[in-house]
């Protein structure tokens, strides 16, 4: 149900704190948000095309009817629970801002922790060609590319539309073409001849278990796209694939290494554990603690 507008008819010019205080409570009020104030100021200082910090600055100023207007629309959408990134159609990640639409997961901090783990990798023994198996938005492909110098990237989807923004992403960060894109699942869009020649395979795939999809946030259950976050009856489904045909592709001791969520790095390691040709090598955790990347290894 739409919820029923609450700001008053901006009068001819409007002040910031005042447009924000009210943002935030109608955003508290709706419940859909646990940080009220800061999707406001973020929804704002998007319309103004400045950043957070020059809109804290700036308070006390004064803008008008038509961007207060453009201001209260997103906040009716937000109170929806429509996701602020998908409003503002961005997301930062690696300290790099990703175009992101419904089309695409929003990129998430703790994938990070997966991005920065291949860097290090790359620090420590060189990288030289990299997979991003179902690469979404592209956020871990172009990131690699842009911080990977000598590196190669390719990337694969199953969705042509998510590719579709994965290359505009691409686009956007200049590396558009040190990325070669394949639409197929996992591993089925790629040529033959690459096989045996990946360095490191990454990915983030859906591996939310059905039973918890229905307890989702609201923001993330009805806007996110359910075929990047649906992994099976226990979240493991595409994982199992990823380990039982990655060894064809990884060259020799070449690196696996996929999130996961909290609760399934015991499942995931005897899974890796039954195959001849790769083993566990690494179990990482993020910056809140919690355990998110399994990294295996292909063995000689």
């Given at each position: 149900?739409?919820?029923?507008?609450?700001?008053?008819?901006?009068?001819?010019?409007?002040?910031?704190?005042?447009?924000?205080l009210q943002a935030e409570a109608v955003l508290r009020a709706s419940s859909?948000?646990e940080t009220p104030r800061l999707d406001a100021e973020v929804m704002l200082?998007?319309?103004?095309?400045?950043?957070?910090?020059?809109?804290?600055?700036?308070?006390?100023?004064?803008?008008?009817?038509?961007?207060?207007?453009?201001?209260?629309?997103?906040?009716?959408?937000?109170?929806?629970?429509?996701?602020?990134?998908?409003?503002?159609?961005?997301?930062?990640?690696?300290?790099?801002?990703?175009?992101?639409?419904?089309?695409?997961?929003?990129?998430?901090?703790?994938?990070?922790?997966?991005?920065?783990?291949?860097?290090?990798?790359?620090?420590?023994?060189?990288?030289?060609?990299?997979?991003?198996?179902?690469?979404?938005?592209?956020?871990?492909?172009?990131?690699?590319?842009?911080?990977?110098?000598?590196?190669?990237?390719?990337?694969?989807?199953?969705?042509?539309?998510?590719?579709?923004?994965?290359?505009?992403n691409a686009d956007i960060h200049r590396v558009e073409r040190k990325i070669?894109?394949?639409?197929?699942?996992?591993?089925?869009?790629?040529?033959?001849?690459?096989?045996?020649?990946?360095?490191?395979?990454?990915?983030?795939?859906?591996?939310?278990?059905?039973?918890?999809?229905?307890?989702?946030?609201?923001?993330?259950?009805?806007?996110?796209?359910?075929?990047?976050?649906?992994?099976?009856?226990?979240?493991?489904?595409?994982?199992?694939?990823?380990?039982?045909?990655?060894?064809?592709?990884?060259?020799?001791?070449?690196?696996?290494?996929?999130?996961?969520?909290?609760?399934?790095?015991?499942?995931?390691?005897?899974?890796?554990?039954?195959?001849?040709?790769?083993?566990?090598?690494?179990?990482?955790?993020?910056?809140?603690?919690?355990?998110?990347?399994?990294?295996?290894?292909?063995?000689?």
């Amino acid at each position: 149900m739409r919820p029923e507008r609450v700001f008053p008819k901006p009068s001819s010019h409007v002040i910031i704190i005042d447009i924000l205080l009210q943002a935030e409570a109608v955003l508290r009020a709706s419940s859909v948000s646990e940080t009220p104030r800061l999707d406001a100021e973020v929804m704002l200082a998007d319309v103004l095309g400045i950043d957070r910090s020059r809109l804290i600055a700036s308070y006390s100023d004064w803008i008008d009817t038509s961007a207060a207007g453009q201001f209260q629309r997103r906040v009716e959408r937000r109170a929806r629970g429509e996701p602020v990134s998908y409003i503002t159609g961005k997301r930062e990640f690696m300290g790099l801002s990703f175009r992101v639409d419904g089309r695409v997961l929003i990129p998430r901090a703790e994938t990070e922790t997966l991005v920065e783990y291949v860097l290090h990798a790359h620090r420590e023994s060189g990288i030289r060609q990299v997979l991003d198996v179902g690469t979404g938005s592209g956020c871990i492909a172009v990131s690699l590319a842009v911080y990977l110098a000598d590196a190669v990237v390719y990337a694969t989807d199953v969705s042509a539309v998510a590719l579709e923004v994965a290359r505009k992403n691409a686009d956007i960060h200049r590396v558009e073409r040190k990325i070669q894109f394949y639409q197929g699942f996992l591993f089925d869009g790629l040529p033959q001849e690459l096989k045996g020649t990946f360095d490191v395979i990454v990915s983030n795939p859906p591996y939310i278990p059905d039973y918890e999809y229905p307890l989702l946030q609201k923001n993330v259950r009805e806007f996110e796209p359910p075929e990047a976050l649906r992994g099976g009856p226990d979240g493991l489904d595409c994982f199992r694939k990823l380990a039982g045909e990655c060894p064809d592709w990884l060259a020799k001791d070449g690196m696996l290494a996929v999130e996961l969520g909290e609760g399934q790095m015991q499942k995931a390691s005897a899974l890796l554990a039954e195959k001849e040709r790769i083993e566990v090598v690494d179990i990482v955790r993020d910056l809140a603690g919690k355990q998110r990347v399994i990294v295996g290894r292909r063995k000689a």
